[in-house]
Structures are given as C-alpha cells and as structure tokens.
C-alpha cells in the first residue's frame, strides 16, 4: 500500500498544474477504484465516504493541507463559488511507485487535467463502487478479478472433488487455472490502456 501522500503528489506532478480539491480527491478515488478492480488490493488504506458531491475522504483534505510539498491557495472565486486550490512544489516520492501503478497514476492525472469539476463529478457518479453505497456510508470495493479469481479456484476444487486426480493432474490444473487468471489480468490492462 502507498500513503495519500505520495499519491496526491504524484497526481499533481503528472498533472502539471494547481488542481481543484474536489477533482483531486475524485481522481484519488477513481485510482484506488481502478486498482483494485485490476489487481484485487487496495492502493491506500483511506476511507471514502459517499456524500452529495461524491466520494469524500478527510484524510486527503488533511494530507493536502498538512504536506509542505503541496501550496494551498484558499477559496479562489470561480463563477461566484469558492473553491481550495492545491498546487505542487517539490515532489518527493516519485520513484517508489511500480511500474503499473505509475502507468495509473498518470492517466487518472491526465483525466483529472483534461476534465472539469462536473465531468469528474460525473465519472465518480457512475464508478460502480459509488453506486452500490449508501448515502453517508463508507464506500466498500469490489474487484471484478477477485470475482473472476474465486470462480477459478471454485471450478477447480470441483474438478477436485469429482474424483481423485493424480499430482501431475492436480498441477496441470493449477497451471490452467492460474494462465487464464493472467490472460484475464492482461485483458484488463489493455482495456485500461485504450
């Protein structure tokens, strides 16, 4: 798992630009949406709650507004309504991140540059996740691959159980089992890509 932190500057860093809190806490969430639909964890240990504007975590506001790498500009007008700016200084962490989750990093941020605040609202509106909860509760994360994953080890501890099978079946198995559980994975991550 990696701290908000580091993920609130790797967006900003990627973004190339001071951000609207709102979109950046919507872009955290989507990312740890994302991820744990591709992968089956969690990318942070914060929690999100859903509120009238969407997906809402404390814990970014005060990781924002308490990280010195990060310039808070409060309440800038925009078309009459007051918004909390947040812009990176130095970033500190950027080469602790995977591969993978960097490649992440960087589209939600891109996403979050390229979109407005109801464009994000929008997306956040409809992530599956969001709509499963209810309103003021925790939002609690579902993985399509965690799904696939048990349908995997449930096709095989039936095949198991239908009769006894020798050690060379028992591996042949796993090793099917666990190439479509990849192939799975890789679909996934050229949908992400497209």
Known sequence: MYNIESIVEALLY??????IKTKIIKA????ESEYFDKTGQRLTNIKYKYYYYGPYSESIVNSMMNNKNILYNPQISINGNDYDLFKLIKISSIHKFDPFTLSMIMK???????????????LSYNDKNFKRTKKGHVIKFESDFLKKKELLKKRFRDKYRNRELINEEIESL?????????????????KSKD
């Open 14 to 19: 990627f973004a190339g630009l001071q951000e």
């Open 28 to 31: 955290c969430y989507l990312l």
């Open 108 to 122: 939600w941020a891109k996403i979050m540059q390229n979109s407005t605040l109801d464009k994000m609202l929008k």
């Open 174 to 190: 796993k090793e099917v089992n666990n190439e479509e559980l990849i192939e799975y994975s890789r679909n996934l991550l050229r």
